[in-house]
């Protein structure tokens, strides 16, 4: 139905969510609509409206109201998808659900307070105002207080900073984990600005320059109260500055993200939200259809969401802070583009403000290569000298003084590729964190025994820039200095610690301010990430990474440490006890350690070894370690078990052993399980090898292998390494030979 405004009431310590509006229909009935104030005071007594509901005293959830051109009520709510994808292979990694709406309730206002502490909150500056129904006091505070006369908590009244102009959005995370916040982010539009100068380099100013770069009309009726009237009439007076306040430009005064989710494109997804807002509510007065978007933003100069979001930057205020502008547009477009052409200093920098900090690195000029190394871990463990009851203890589990000698890794082979994002995972007290070290050792020199290998080589590029990261054991000193110094120290540049701050999933002020030494364990281990990334490392090794987060904080580090890896160059070795990082850091290769054994998890070995039934199966089993052979063959390290035209599995072809009679094998029959009937007819009088297999395992999923024609031997299983042409011309013989398995005799 039609009607007018008949009156606005607006109760002024609830003003900014509870006020009602009085609608008299042209046919003359009355409805009293409960509204938020916010809303409500930009409504005029005698303004024609639609109203929609089927009730005489709708509840705020049982009516539509819409001036002559904008939707007033119902506020404004829309779910979005933010999909976080990897730049490497365009996969979702992970996806966050938002509900964006404009603020409604108190706790809303709350969570505003709550969230605008990490940004600004300091002893001298406090953020909101709170009040007691009960005792009718004031307090000002950065979190909700309880009233001191003992009414329990006070109830919000208004963001300082805040004007009654001022409308609020609010970013609700739903599908949240238990521990993740309701409220992740909010922004707050106001009326532009009523007046701004451009500040030349040479400190001169341009008076009112918006009016050159858009139709001047569009500033003339700003939001502009006198502050010099008394207190007790401020409120009166910023009543008559929003009867006449209007403009097409809407001012983005705030955004903000919580620290935990500022560097993984909420920011930007929250100016997407406020976009769709602004546009379709014309908020905040609703009088006039926005064409753009107005911001001044000093934090501009550090983080590139706003313009990633599409603000362009068009000039310095007076004060020296940058003004951004987002045509909502044509000819808000075509105002900004011509400005950024045909004037000067705009033309200079083309509308950009925000520089990546971050470059790319001199990658390695060369791949680590291990060869044959091995690595013993040896330890003598004596039992004097300990506590008499701990002493019983160990000898009661049959622990005496003794020499330990354990094979960490015997005579691996790796190849780590410059710019790759390698994963090593494994078991605890598997090797993991000695492959870091003896990494650590090839790239410094350090040569205590624990960095250096026992055979074998590294091979280093000769630009290695190291960076490593082992809890307890390499680890930046970082004491009481604010991790903010601390970074500048390094890297001389405040905007580029500021960046690296982001990428290790730090984005809190408060946080930047924060002494080291009172963060907490994940926090800490976030910082030392954006130390070792200042020192612009060409070869970062972490251990542990990720352990002291919670997932999905690790899962928004890992995406954004690969992502910056990969686009500058770093070579990443993480080691890491969370298999579920592997879907974000989407690894080049994956390494598996454990038990003496290290390999690369995600790659078939390079060739299969063709076994008859039930050998093959009794090998990959673990069962059986002896295959039984009539040549011995040099082939070493990881293989591929091939029966039945699949590979079942693999293992680690260690050494030849032989040349043994029948009946020599016949005392090793439970290494190889065959029978003497079985290996006489096999060896025909002539003597027999055993080829000594560790570590087999069976492969989840068979793999089908292409068959030829004959009797093969060994089969490729995926291209040739330049570094094993050798060893397998000489095997090529066998394979063209007539020998067979064991099995194949029968
Ligand atoms: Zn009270």
């Given at each position: 139905?039609?009607?007018?405004?008949?009156?606005?009431?607006?109760?002024?310590?609830?003003?900014?969510?509870?006020?009602?509006?009085?609608?008299?229909?042209?046919?003359?009935?009355?409805?009293?609509?409960?509204?938020?104030?916010?809303?409500?005071?930009?409504?005029?007594?005698?303004?024609?409206?639609?109203?929609?509901?089927?009730?005489?005293?709708?509840?705020?959830?049982?009516?539509?109201?819409?001036?002559?051109?904008?939707?007033?009520?119902?506020?404004?709510?829309?779910?979005?998808?933010?999909?976080?994808?990897?730049?490497?292979?365009?996969?979702?990694?992970?996806?966050?659900?938002?509900?964006?709406?404009?603020?409604?309730?108190?706790?809303?206002?709350?969570?505003?307070?709550?969230?605008?502490?990490?940004?600004?909150?300091?002893?001298?500056?406090?953020?909101?105002?709170?009040?007691?129904?009960?005792?009718?006091?004031?307090?000002?505070?950065?979190?909700?207080?309880?009233?001191?006369?003992?009414?329990?908590?006070?109830?919000?009244?208004?963001?300082?900073?805040?004007?009654?102009?001022?409308?609020?959005?609010?970013?609700?995370?739903?599908?949240?984990?238990?521990?993740?916040?309701?409220?992740?982010?909010?922004?707050?539009?106001?009326?532009?600005?009523?007046?701004?100068?451009?500040?030349?380099?040479?400190?001169?100013?341009?008076?009112?320059?918006?009016?050159?770069?858009?139709?001047?009309?569009?500033?003339?009726?700003?939001?502009?109260?006198?502050?010099?009237?008394?207190?007790?009439?401020?409120?009166?007076?910023?009543?008559?500055?929003?009867?006449?306040?209007?403009?097409?430009?809407?001012?983005?005064?705030?955004?903000?993200?919580?620290?935990?989710?500022?560097?993984?494109?909420?920011?930007?997804?929250?100016?997407?939200?406020?976009?769709?807002?602004?546009?379709?509510?014309?908020?905040?007065?609703?009088?006039?259809?926005?064409?753009?978007?107005?911001?001044?933003?000093?934090?501009?100069?550090?983080?590139?969401?706003?313009?990633?979001?599409?603000?362009?930057?068009?000039?310095?205020?007076?004060?020296?802070?940058?003004?951004?502008?987002?045509?909502?547009?044509?000819?808000?477009?075509?105002?900004?583009?011509?400005?950024?052409?045909?004037?000067?200093?705009?033309?200079?920098?083309?509308?950009?403000?925000?520089?990546?900090?971050?470059?790319?690195?001199?990658?390695?000029?060369?791949?680590?290569?291990?060869?044959?190394?091995?690595?013993?871990?040896?330890?003598?463990?004596?039992?004097?000298?300990?506590?008499?009851?701990?002493?019983?203890?160990?000898?009661?589990?049959g622990v005496e003084a003794r020499d330990l000698e354990t094979y960490v890794f015997r005579r691996v082979n790796l190849r780590l590729e410059p710019g790759t994002v390698n994963v090593v995972v494994g078991a605890?007290?598997?090797?993991?964190?000695?492959?870091?070290?003896?990494?650590?050792?090839?790239?410094?020199?350090?040569?205590?025994?624990?960095?250096?290998?026992?055979?074998?080589?590294?091979?280093?590029?000769?630009?290695?820039?190291?960076?490593?990261?082992?809890?307890?054991?390499?680890?930046?000193?970082?004491?009481?200095?604010?991790?903010?110094?601390?970074?500048?120290?390094?890297?001389?540049?405040?905007?580029?610690?500021?960046e690296v701050l982001n990428v290790a999933g730090l984005a809190d002020a408060v946080l930047f301010r924060a002494p080291y030494a009172e963060l907490s364990t994940g926090q800490k281990a976030r910082v030392q990430?954006?130390?070792?990334?200042?020192?612009?490392?060409?070869?970062?090794?972490?251990?542990?990474?990720?352990?002291?987060?919670?997932?999905?904080?690790?899962?928004?580090?890992?995406?954004?440490?690969?992502?910056?890896?990969?686009?500058?160059?770093?070579?990443?070795?993480?080691?890491?006890?969370?298999?579920?990082?592997?879907?974000?850091?989407?690894?080049?290769?994956?390494?598996?350690?454990?038990?003496?054994?290290?390999?690369?998890?995600?790659?078939?070995?390079?060739?299969?070894?063709?076994?008859?039934?039930?050998y093959a199966s009794l090998l990959v089993e673990g069962k059986k370690t002896w295959e039984i052979r009539k040549h011995p063959t040099r082939v070493r390290g990881r293989i591929g078990i091939v029966s039945g035209?699949?590979?079942?599995?693999?293992?680690?072809?260690?050494?030849?052993?032989?040349?043994?009679?029948?009946?020599?094998?016949?005392?090793?029959?439970?290494?190889?399980?065959?029978?003497?009937?079985?290996?006489?007819?096999?060896?025909?009088?002539?003597?027999?090898?055993?080829?000594?297999?560790?570590?087999?395992?069976?492969?989840?999923?068979?793999?089908?292998?292409?068959?030829?024609?004959?009797?093969?031997?060994?089969?490729?299983?995926?291209?040739?390494?330049?570094?094993?042409?050798?060893?397998?011309?000489?095997?090529?013989?066998?394979?063209?030979?007539?020998?067979?398995?064991?099995?194949?005799?029968?």
């Open positions: 139905m039609r009607g007018r405004i008949a009156s606005i009431e607006l109760a002024r310590p609830t003003y900014r969510y509870l006020a009602f509006v009085e609608v008299k229909s042209d046919v003359g009935d009355t409805f009293r609509l409960p509204m938020t104030g916010t809303v409500a005071q930009w409504l005029r007594v005698g303004q024609r409206v639609h109203l929609s509901t089927e009730k005489a005293q709708p509840g705020f959830d049982a009516y539509r109201l819409r001036t002559a051109r904008v939707v007033v009520w119902p506020l404004f709510e829309k779910v979005y998808t933010l999909e976080r994808r990897s730049l490497f292979s365009d996969r979702v990694l992970y996806r966050y659900r938002l509900r964006a709406r404009e603020a409604r309730y108190e706790r809303d206002y709350a969570a505003i307070v709550e969230l605008e502490q990490y940004h600004y909150a300091s002893r001298a500056r406090v953020l909101a105002h709170w009040y007691c129904e009960q005792c009718g006091i004031y307090r000002m505070a950065n979190a909700r207080p309880d009233c001191p006369a003992g009414h329990g908590p006070m109830r919000f009244y208004d963001l300082k900073d805040a004007t009654r102009a001022s409308r609020f959005l609010v970013l609700e995370l739903l599908d949240r984990q238990p521990y993740e916040p309701e409220v992740v982010g909010y922004v707050r539009i106001d009326p532009p600005l009523p007046l701004l100068h451009r500040r030349r380099p040479d400190g001169s100013l341009d008076q009112d320059i918006r009016r050159r770069i858009f139709p001047p009309d569009w500033f003339d009726h700003p939001f502009q109260p006198d502050p010099d009237v008394p207190p007790e009439a401020w409120w009166e007076e910023q009543g008559k500055e929003l009867a006449r306040t209007r403009s097409p430009v809407a001012r983005l005064a705030r955004v903000v993200v919580h620290p935990d989710y500022r560097a993984d494109g909420l920011g930007v997804q929250a100016i997407r939200c406020m976009v769709d807002w602004v546009r379709t509510r014309w908020i905040p007065d609703m009088r006039l259809p926005k064409r753009a978007i107005e911001t001044v933003a000093q934090m501009a100069r550090f983080h590139p969401f706003l313009e990633k979001a599409g603000f362009f930057f068009l000039f310095e205020t007076g004060s020296g802070r940058p003004a951004l502008y987002l045509p909502l547009d044509e000819t808000a477009r075509q105002a900004i583009t011509h400005f950024l052409q045909a004037d000067r200093l705009a033309r200079a920098h083309g509308g950009r403000l925000y520089q990546a900090r971050f470059t790319p690195v001199e990658p390695l000029n060369g791949p680590i290569v291990l060869h044959q190394v091995t690595k013993i871990y040896r330890s003598q463990l004596n039992l004097e000298g300990l506590a008499a009851p701990v002493r019983a203890a160990l000898e009661a589990f605890s007290g598997s090797g993991k964190t000695t492959l870091l070290r003896l990494l650590i050792g090839a790239a410094t020199g350090r040569t205590e025994p624990l960095y250096r290998t026992d055979e074998g080589e590294i091979q280093m590029p000769g630009n290695v820039r190291l960076q490593a990261l082992i809890p307890g054991e390499v680890e930046p000193a970082l004491g009481r200095q604010p991790v903010l110094e601390a970074l500048y120290q390094i890297t001389g540049d405040a905007a580029l610690a500021i990430l954006a130390w070792a990334l200042a020192h612009r490392p060409n070869l970062l090794l972490i251990d542990e990474f990720a352990a002291h987060l919670d997932p999905r904080t690790a899962a928004r580090v890992g995406r954004k440490l690969a992502e910056l890896a990969r686009r500058y160059g770093i070579t990443l070795v993480l080691v890491t006890h969370r298999p579920e990082l592997l879907q974000v850091l989407e690894p080049d290769a994956i390494y598996l350690v454990g038990y003496g054994t290290l390999f690369r998890a995600d790659e078939l070995p390079e060739l299969g070894l063709f076994i008859k039934e039930p035209g699949k590979l079942i599995g693999t293992a680690e072809l260690r050494e030849t052993r032989g040349p043994f009679s029948v009946e020599t094998l016949a005392a090793h029959a439970d290494k190889h399980l065959a029978d003497t009937e079985t290996l006489n007819a096999y060896a025909r009088g002539r003597p027999l090898y055993a080829w000594v297999m560790e570590h087999a395992r069976r492969m989840e999923q068979p793999v089908p292998v292409p068959r030829r024609p004959g009797h093969q031997m060994w089969i490729r299983l995926r291209p040739q390494d330049k570094g094993s042409q050798k060893t397998l011309r000489q095997e090529d013989k066998a394979a063209t030979s007539t020998e067979t398995s064991l099995g194949r005799q029968r």
